[in-house]
């Protein structure tokens, strides 16, 4: 088949495909904080728990009993697996010329040809 004939049949012909790529989300969670207090008698207590990204505060006083839960602000990055889909197209490159070909068969010829003429002064000196 010739390079036209391949080029008028296959030139517009398209090839799609499914490839994955790795997307990071970010999801932001914002801070939090809750409490409340009630009236209590004249014990003291306070007491601080923390666990991961919240932290419980109780304080007891003669007067109030006071819990305030603070949870802090987090990001999360998830990476996700996103299918793309690729359409690619047939390209055909026009085949070099043979001037390339020329110019090293001419390279050669002319290598020779001055291979012959040493040979041929050389002979010529020695008769």
């Not at 004939?5 to 990071?24: G, L, N, P, S, V």
């Amino acid at each position: 088949m010739t390079y036209k004939r391949c080029q008028d049949k296959f030139q517009t012909a398209t090839h799609t495909d499914t490839t994955y790529i790795q997307r990071t989300d970010t999801v932001a969670v914002p801070a939090a904080t809750a409490g409340f207090q009630v009236k209590t008698d004249t014990t003291y207590l306070t007491q601080i728990v923390r666990e991961g990204r919240a932290v419980v505060t109780y304080v007891r006083t003669p007067q109030v009993t006071r819990v305030q839960a603070d949870c802090l602000p987090d990001t999360i990055y998830q990476q996700v697996r996103v299918p793309l889909a690729v359409t690619t197209r047939n390209v055909f490159e026009k085949p070099q010329t043979g001037w390339r070909t020329a110019a090293i068969v001419a390279l050669f010829a002319a290598v020779l040809g001055w291979l012959f003429f040493l040979v041929e002064l050389h002979t010529i000196k020695h008769l």
